[in-house]
Each structure stands twice: as structure tokens, then as C-alpha cells.
């Protein structure tokens, strides 16, 4: 409190969530924090659940659109394969070549990565990243195989 009244901030008693940390490092008194996107437990952060729900949904939307306009495209002579280099733009860290060269890629997984960096204990963060990458990896297979 004495940081806040030094910089002359008000605080809204309304807008306010007070969360206590028992400091053995294993249980949350009350619920967690939740502060820009982030769960923050006493054994690390976490990239908050209904963030990474709504990154599955658009993953899965996008993957189901993909193997639509591919079959139709394969069907009717257009094209012989499904086109995946946006797919993998939007949905993991890999950088991806175009016209003008190596792109570093900046989406929803190379933002958990850079996360989890910062919070230097980035095992939550890093396994939940991974998690959506493979189920990224897996969908864009199945797209590759048609």
C-alpha cells in the first residue's frame, strides 16, 4: 500500500481482488490472482484457462475451414494438396519462409514462449504452449495427408 500511495494512485474498491499467498509454496489461501491474461499461483503463473479455450476454438475453426476448402479445391482439380504455411504463421512458434525470406512469427504460442521467459519459472506456461503446438502439429498433419 505504501508503494501506491506514493505514486498518488487511487485504488477502486469495486474493481479490487485481494489474493493471500500462504508462502509454503503449495496452496492458495482464497483464489488465485489474475492479472493480464495470467493466473498467478504461489508455484508459478499460468496462462489463464479462458485464454488458451478461446486459442483452441479459433485453432480447431481454422483447421475444419482449411480441410473444407482443400477437399473441395482437390475435388474439383484445383489443387492437389491442402496449403498449411498460414496455419503454421498462426498457430506455432516455427518461423516461416516467404517471399521475404525467414519471417519470426508473432502469434498467440511465440507469446506463451516469450511468457514464460520473462517469468523465468516457465513450466506451466511452457507446458500448456507445448500442448496446443502438438494438437497444432497433429491437425495440420491430418490436413497434409488428404
Do not use: C
Amino acid at each position: 500500500m505504501g508503494l501506491i500511495k506514493a505514486e498518488k494512485l487511487e485504488i477502486s474498491p469495486h474493481k479490487t481482488e485481494r489474493t493471500e499467498f500462504t508462502g509454503t509454496g503449495a496452496a492458495v489461501v482464497g483464489k488465485a490472482a489474475q492479472y493480464l491474461g495470467f493466473v498467478l499461483y504461489e508455484a508459478g503463473p499460468a496462462i489463464r484457462e479462458s485464454s488458451l479455450a478461446r486459442q483452441w476454438r479459433k485453432m480447431r475453426r481454422a483447421m475444419r475451414r482449411t480441410r473444407i476448402v482443400a477437399e473441395r479445391s482437390i475435388a474439383s482439380g484445383k489443387s492437389t494438396k491442402a496449403h498449411t504455411k498460414r496455419l503454421y504463421r498462426r498457430f506455432t512458434h516455427l518461423k516461416v519462409r516467404d517471399e521475404e525470406g525467414l519471417r519470426v512469427v508473432r502469434n498467440f504460442s511465440s507469446y506463451g514462449r516469450r511468457s514464460a521467459a520473462v517469468f523465468d519459472v516457465d513450466e506451466k506456461i511452457t507446458q500448456q504452449i507445448k500442448r496446443f503446438e502438438r494438437a497444432a502439429f497433429r491437425e495440420i498433419d491430418k490436413l497434409k495427408k488428404l
